[in-house]
């Protein structure tokens, strides 16, 4: 069983920042990629921003040169720090992993969510 524990949502002016964090635990024996999705209400769930455990990134493009992924290998976490965030940006936002366990196989996992709201 893996989990992954997200925390850092919260209420925040236009223009105010955030950082979003997600832990995961539970069988791991290493994971491929930890990104992080969003859902705003009326609206299908879409990525944010996705990091491997090589480093490589991707953005997309509503977020790019506001919004920073890194990840912690060590601690199987990932972080996104959200600057000058808009009221486009209101959504719930989801940590999603793909984790390779301890016996070989592969497994996709997400995070309860938590809210992110931002006010104009």
């Known amino acids: 069983q893996v989990q992954l524990v997200e925390s850092g949502g919260g209420l925040v002016q236009a223009g105010g920042s955030l950082r979003l964090s997600c832990a995961a635990s539970?069988?791991?024996?290493?994971?491929?990629?930890m990104g992080w999705y969003r859902q705003a209400p009326g609206k299908l769930r879409e990525l944010v921003a996705r990091?491997?455990?090589?480093?490589?990134?991707n953005y997309a493009d509503s977020v790019k040169g506001r919004f920073t992924i890194s990840r912690d290998n060590a601690k199987n976490a990932v972080f996104l720090q959200m600057n000058s965030l808009k009221p486009e940006d209101t959504a719930v936002y989801y940590c999603?992993?793909?984790?390779?366990?301890?016996?070989?196989?592969?497994?996709?996992?997400w995070g309860q969510g938590t809210l992110v709201t931002v006010s104009s």
């Open positions: 990091i491997t455990s090589g480093g490589s990134i």
């Open positions: 999603n992993a793909l984790v390779i366990l301890q016996s070989g196989r592969y497994l996709e996992v």
């Open positions: 539970g069988s791991i024996f290493s994971i491929n990629r």
